[in-house]
């Protein structure tokens, strides 16, 4: 059965604070995963598709663990699997569906703006922050 998909945030500007503004919805379980991350990413950069192996490589992950992601990426409808023959012997490819790339593009999309977020808010407020410690009574570093 395909995973849920998680509802796609239709503005590009940031939620008001205080209104769930770091939930980053878009963040697909499904794609998060470091390893899946990885093979989505992989094929994203290779149109036409990637041999069991030369994935295997490009992911540093041993066979059983490549085949388990593969699976789930399978059975969520974004990776599609070719059989064929190559040098006398049976190879897989696999590649990104049409609804793969497009959940993929907007997952990116959701990653860029967890990024956008933090370097926004990181720089100004360490200062503020610090500041707020030092002044604060009755608490101290751990």
Request: proline share 4%; with cysteine.
């Amino acid at each position: 059965m395909p995973a849920k998909r998680n509802p796609k945030s239709t503005s590009s500007q940031p939620a008001p604070a205080g209104s769930g503004r770091f939930a980053y919805g878009g963040l697909d379980r499904v794609m998060h995963e470091k390893a899946r991350l990885g093979i989505l990413a992989s094929l994203a950069a290779h149109d036409g598709g990637l041999l069991f192996n030369d994935l295997k490589q490009l992911c540093s992950l041993t066979d059983g663990n490549l085949s388990r992601h593969l699976a789930v990426l399978s059975d969520a409808g974004l990776v599609e699997i070719w059989k064929g023959t190559g040098r006398t012997r049976p190879q897989t490819m696999y590649r990104l569906t049409d609804v793969g790339r497009s959940r993929f593009a907007d997952y990116i999309n959701e990653l860029e703006r967890v990024i956008a977020d933090a370097q926004l808010d990181a720089a100004p407020h360490a200062e503020a922050s610090s500041r707020r410690l030092r002044d604060s009574r009755g608490w101290s570093s751990a």
